[in-house]
């Protein structure tokens, strides 16, 4: 398949999705710079993609023949005799590119207009790239792969399995406008904590079920909110997030009655295009949230009756039980104590007391119980906990078969907590499925593909994750260790760094920072970053390896001790990891075993931990490997 680069300047971007269109419509692979993942250096994934392509098109406009980086695409182009040109507004190529043909295109406003299209397809095909299909009139428009990808995490499992199902019904295809917005935090009309909380919800609700709607790409919440209270203009907030639309809106009750209003704004020009009042009664909530997303969803998709039911939402139409489970997912956001989290708990068994159907307060139920089965509690109380976590989400998935959080916690409390990959794979793949347009669920779907050693797939999760939640640390960090766990530990050394600018101070940065410099050789590195490092367990876990490495054992043995001393039964993995790199196989078994016994989380680890390559032809070792689920 003939794959053309498209060079063109940002204010032409609307012109350039319709000739997308047309282009991949008639078979070609198109590659422009929406398609860049977060991650890589802009001039690199640049240079590589027009050295990949066989031809280039260049979309001249005023703006166009004005930018330095659309001249250098064209110049390299005309040197590797891949240079194909197209005037999108009349403008003429400048020098010296006007010595070369330049076909003019002019589209309509809804993208309709063939006028120069069969005379571009000819210009590829002069140069040995006829289009696949020969059409010669213009395609309509259809999502492309990589667009798929953008949209949903790892676009190609959706689309195959669906992928009918979403064409017939109208999901894929629309209007041709841009289909990425974000949800901004909703203002409080009024004053007080339940005020407050209700308007939190308000908006996560309504950008979870945009979310949901396979088409749009929406921004996580974490990024959304990181423009809080900040006076950024709508223009600068749809740059940063990369998206065209903003939903702004206030809301608060009054009377009994919900109120307040929402607009969806075009970000560049700044101008409404949907208002939204709300006026109605405060147990209408659930309706009210389902109309706007409904309505921003046939704006922007022409999808029309594009409400999800409750099987979809996991949500509640009883006010109380909606507001107890808000109080809760407020408390476990805290998460400041054991106190804070027993409490988020019982609010989320409050809603459920509340609404006996309610999926979403048995999703975080079941969560939360994972929490606090790891963090407190003996070990010999593990299991009691983890199987009443499991039965809350198995619950959820009851209640709502296709809401993506009930699986996404049963993956997560098979995986993490009972250390059970086979168990966890169905469900984790169900929530992506379900959830791949929300940045949480991609994120743990990637990192459990990263610790199975499926790579790529972890590598397309996590950066389709980081194009909705490009201003989160967390998924930098998931990235991070993604790339240290496949050995590419400079990349997972970028991605760190990544994180921190963006959450600084960033837990663990040095330790993580400090694996990937040990295991690259960088001895002095490695130490230095270790010595930064604040937490206990992190700080002596390093130095013992690192002071392993150099050859000094009694300093090694030294640390190992003070953690040993400290963390009593708490660091078995660390225990496991020190002892491999110190050459006592027979003690590392043991902290392996141990670690085995009371499910220590670390384990998920163990498929590529490069501390522990020294245990790797053991066969005891690679027994627990098979025994967890990984290939021994």
């Known amino acids: 398949m003939p794959q053309i680069f498209i060079s063109y300047a940002r204010s032409a971007e609307a012109e350039v999705r319709t000739v997308v269109g047309w282009l991949e419509g008639a078979g070609y692979d198109v590659w422009w710079d929406r398609h860049l993942l977060a991650n890589r250096s802009f001039s690199d994934a640049i240079e ?7 031809m280039v098109l260049v979309l001249w406009s005023k703006d166009a023949a004005a930018s330095e980086w659309v001249r250098a695409e064209a ?40 006028e120069g299209w069969n005379k571009l ?42 992928g009918y199902a979403m064409w017939s019904s109208g999901l894929i295809g629309g209007t041709g406008e841009s289909k990425r917005l974000a949800v901004m935090p909703f203002r409080v009309i009024g004053d007080g904590a339940t005020q407050s909380r209700l308007a939190e919800g308000f908006a996560i609700e309504i950008r979870s079920i945009l979310a949901r709607n396979p088409l749009l790409h929406v921004a996580a919440r974490v990024s959304s909110d990181a ?16 998206v065209d639309y903003l939903l702004n809106g206030d809301i608060g009750v009054s009377g009994g009655r919900l109120v307040g209003s929402a607009e969806l704004a075009e970000g560049a020009a700044e101008r409404i295009v949907r208002p939204f009042d709300i006026d109605a009664p405060l147990d209408s909530i659930l309706k009210i949230q389902q109309s706007i997303a409904s309505q921003i969803i046939e704006r922007l998709s022409g999808a029309k ?3 999800i039911s409750k099987t979809e939402t996991g949500g509640t139409t009883n006010v109380a039980a909606y507001d107890a489970f808000l109080r809760g997912r407020e408390l476990y956001e805290v998460g400041t104590s054991e106190a804070t989290d027993r409490a988020a708990l019982a609010e989320f068994e409050n809603a459920i007391r509340l609404d006996p159907e309610y999926a979403a307060a048995f999703a975080m139920r079941g969560r939360t119980l994972g929490l606090i089965g790891n963090l407190y509690g003996s070990p010999d109380d593990h299991d009691a906990v983890f199987n009443q976590a499991i039965t809350s989400a198995q619950r959820a998935i009851e209640i709502a078969p296709r809401f993506a959080d009930g699986y996404a916690v049963l993956g997560f409390i098979r995986f993490n907590r009972q250390l059970d990959v086979n168990a966890a794979k169905e469900p984790y793949q169900r929530a992506f499925e379900l959830g791949n347009g929300d940045a949480d669920i991609l994120s743990r779907y990637a990192n459990f593909c990263g610790r199975c050693g499926q790579f790529a797939l ?60 040990l295991a690259m050789g960088d001895l002095g590195k490695a130490k230095r970053n270790f010595e930064a490092e604040d937490f206990f367990v992190w700080n002596k876990t390093g130095l013992a390896v690192v002071e392993a490495k150099l050859g000094n054992e009694s300093a090694a043995r030294a640390h190992l001790a003070e953690l040993k001393d400290r963390q009593k039964d708490k660091s078995n993995y660390q225990y496991l990891q020190v002892h491999a790199q ?51």
Request: hydrophobic residues 40%; proline residues 5%.
């Open 227 to 242: 423009f809080r209270d900040q006076t950024a203009t709508a223009g600068e907030i749809c740059e940063k997030l990369n």
């Open 582 to 632: 110190l050459g006592e196989r027979e003690a590392a078994l043991a902290a392996m075993n141990e670690a085995w016994r009371v499910r220590d989380a670390g384990l998920t680890q163990i498929n590529n931990d490069p501390l522990l390559d020294p245990l790797r032809d053991h066969p005891e070792f690679n027994r627990l490997l098979s025994q967890i689920g990984f290939a021994g």
């Open 75 to 114: 110049d390299f182009a005309r040197h590797n005799k891949k240079l194909v040109q197209a005037s999108i507004d009349g403008t003429l190529p400048p020098l010296p590119f006007n010595q070369f043909h330049c076909e003019q295109i002019r589209i309509s406003r809804n993208g309709d207009s063939s």
């Open 458 to 517: 972890a590598r397309e999760a996590i950066n389709a994750a980081i194009s909705l939640d490009p201003l989160n640390a967390r998924v930098f960090r998931f990235l991070g260790n993604i790339e240290y766990g496949s050995g590419n530990y400079e990349a997972a050394i970028r991605s760190y760094e990544n994180a921190q600018a963006l959450q600084n101070p960033l837990s663990s940065f040095h330790y993580l920072v400090g694996l990937s410099h």
């Open 48 to 54: 590589e993609q027009l050295d990949a392509s066989d």
């Open 121 to 162: 397809l000819d210009a590829f095909a002069h140069r040995g790239a006829e289009a696949p299909y020969q059409s010669r009139s213009v395609p309509t428009q259809r999502i492309s792969r990589r667009s798929a990808l953008a949209v949903g995490g790892v676009g190609s499992l959706v689309i195959a399995v669906g």
């Open 305 to 307: 009756n594009a409400g």
